[in-house]
């Protein structure tokens, strides 16, 4: 994402708060400047670890605060891959209608676009008589590399 849309984001979503009479706390700040200065999926807990290499004043509670206060303003997405814990996709205001790909092994997230999706679900809006605004796709994939290595080296696999 540009640095522009990062801010625009950012901005969207310090006014989406102020709209619920949220306070902007620095804490808040940062899981915000955190969340829309990366284009990874993440877990909670690796939010936590990156804000806190911001401000090591950032809490646990805050961030797991803030987490439904993004999705709800649809500027973050929630995905449950049936993980005992939730990613969240940074792009989704960029692009609401991508889908993801995610490594059971590695727990590495792919996200790609296709036309062949695209046909399909206005093929499906068009015989129901709806017009398609969003879909989510996902899907579960075993480790090419820890097949052939024995290793993966996005995440030690057991």
Known sequence: MEKEAREEVKRK?????????FRITNQRRVIIDTVFSTDEHFTAEQLL??????DSSVSRATVYRTL??????????????????????????????HNHLICEDCEKIVEFDSEKIEAIENEIGDKL????????????????????????????CS
Request: one cysteine or more; hydrophobic letters at 25%.
């Open 129 to 156: 008589g709806f017009t398609v605004k969003s879909q989510n796709l996902q899907l579960t994939a075993s480790c090419d590399t820890l097949k052939r290595k024995g290793t993966c080296d996005k995440k030690s």
């Open 49 to 54: 670890e990156w804000a806190r290499e911001k």
């Open 13 to 21: 979503f310090i006014e989406f708060l102020e709209k619920k009479d």
């Open 68 to 97: 439904p206060l993004l999705t709800e303003s649809n500027l973050v997405h929630e995905m449950d891959f049936g993980k005992p814990y939730k990613f969240y996709d940074p792009n989704y205001s960029e692009s609401p209608n």
